[in-house]
């Protein structure tokens, strides 16, 4: 089965969107990913959708904590990020003039052999070994 790393947004949305039409979209994209791939994300991703989902949809901490039990934990592997990935994230930074959350994402998952990430976020697309899947 093919591995995939899922970046925040997708989780961002899950946790925070109201409207049943697009909550249904992301929804069915999720189980789809789930599905079809072995999924994979990192503490980071947690950290971004605890506080994006705090800061801009004022969703209180403990909901969020709460979906990432319910929804994230079962179904999806944590990666460990540690010295190794953040020297070679430091490359990745000035090569691909990458965020530094990104870049240890990536590291991350060639630390574990994934080259999928599952992302909105289009400046994943610089580093040619990596592709991305999103909604189309």
Same mark, same amino acid.
């Given at each position: /089965?093919? &591995?995939? +790393?899922?970046?925040? *947004?997708?989780?961002?949305?899950?946790?925070?969107?109201?409207?049943? %039409?697009? &909550?249904?979209?992301? #929804?069915? +994209?999720?189980?789809?990913?789930? @599905?079809?791939? !072995? *999924?994979?994300?990192?503490?980071?991703?947690?950290?971004?959708?605890?506080?994006?989902?705090?800061? !801009?949809?004022?969703?209180?901490?403990?909901?969020?904590?709460? +979906?990432?039990?319910?929804?994230?934990?079962?179904?999806?592997?944590?990666?460990?990020? %540690?010295?190794? #990935?953040?020297?070679? @994230? $430091? !490359?990745? /930074? $000035? #090569?691909?003039?990458? !965020? *530094?959350?990104? @870049?240890?994402?990536?590291? @991350? /998952?060639?630390?574990?052999?994934?080259?999928?990430?599952?992302?909105?976020? &289009? #400046? +994943?697309?610089?580093?040619?070994?990596?592709? &991305?899947?999103?909604?189309?």
């Amino acid at each position: /089965m093919i &591995r995939v +790393f899922i970046d925040a *947004p997708l989780l961002i949305y899950l946790n925070t969107l109201t409207n049943s %039409g697009y &909550r249904t979209l992301y #929804e069915n +994209f999720y189980i789809d990913v789930l @599905a079809r791939y !072995k *999924p994979y994300t990192d503490v980071l991703v947690l950290d971004e959708l605890i506080y994006i989902s705090k800061s !801009k949809y004022g969703i209180p901490c403990d909901v969020s904590i709460e +979906f990432i039990q319910t929804s994230v934990l079962p179904y999806v592997t944590i990666l460990n990020i %540690g010295e190794e #990935e953040y020297i070679h @994230a $430091t !490359k990745l /930074m $000035t #090569e691909y003039d990458l !965020k *530094p959350s990104d @870049a240890l994402h990536i590291s @991350a /998952m060639i630390s574990s052999n994934i080259t999928t990430i599952v992302s909105e976020d &289009r #400046e +994943f697309d610089r580093v040619k070994t990596i592709r &991305r899947l999103w909604l189309t």
